[in-house]
């Protein structure tokens, strides 16, 4: 599986949101690491359970960041149900920790890195860039 590391073009002109995002390729990078064994580790279950926190304290954050710079009400419910779906689909990876199947666990890391980071992060969130760009 190929690493992702953090990049220039990620940004969304804002320090702190970059931070968060730039950990998050870092745990997930590190999740990857840990399941190419037989089947899910302590090692790999501690790094999920590390993802799953930082990911529900990263979409709070987030969200507030975004509400304060003005980003529209639509837009914002808009980008609060995509986190919700991301956040269901996390508890679904868990539920597949549960049941140790190593290849349904090598099958979320496209999901983890396309999915969240090509569309989510790379697409979804440059549309409030110009907000939080605004409300400096």
Same mark, same amino acid.
């Given at each position: 599986?190929?690493?992702?590391?953090?990049?220039?073009?990620?940004?969304?002109?804002?320090?702190?949101?970059?931070?968060?995002?730039?950990?998050?390729?870092?745990?997930?990078?590190?999740?990857?690491?840990?399941?190419?064994?037989?089947?899910?580790?302590?090692?790999?279950?501690?790094?999920?359970?590390?993802?799953?926190?930082?990911?529900?304290?990263?979409?709070?954050?987030?969200?507030?960041?975004?509400?304060?710079?003005?980003?529209?009400?639509?837009?914002?419910?808009?980008?609060?149900?995509?986190?919700?779906?991301?956040?269901?689909?996390?508890?679904?990876?868990?539920?597949?920790?549960?049941?140790?199947? =190593? =290849?349904?666990?090598?099958?979320?890391?496209?999901?983890?890195?396309?999915?969240?980071?090509?569309?989510?992060?790379?697409?979804?969130?440059?549309?409030?860039?110009?907000?939080?760009?605004? =409300?400096?």
């Amino acid at each position: 599986m190929n690493r992702f590391e953090w990049k220039p073009e990620y940004s969304v002109d804002d320090a702190e949101i970059d931070r968060q995002h730039a950990e998050l390729i870092a745990i997930i990078n590190e999740l990857a690491g840990q399941l190419h064994g037989e089947g899910p580790s302590d090692g790999a279950r501690r790094v999920f359970d590390h993802l799953a926190h930082y990911v529900t304290t990263h979409f709070a954050y987030e969200e507030e960041r975004v509400i304060r710079a003005g980003y529209p009400d639509d837009k914002v419910a808009a980008h609060q149900a995509e986190h919700n779906a991301i956040l269901r689909q996390l508890q679904e990876f868990e539920r597949v920790f549960e049941s140790g199947d =190593a =290849a349904a666990l090598q099958a979320m890391m496209p999901f983890l890195y396309g999915e969240w980071l090509i569309h989510h992060i790379c697409g979804t969130d440059k549309e409030y860039v110009p907000y939080l760009t605004a =409300a400096r």
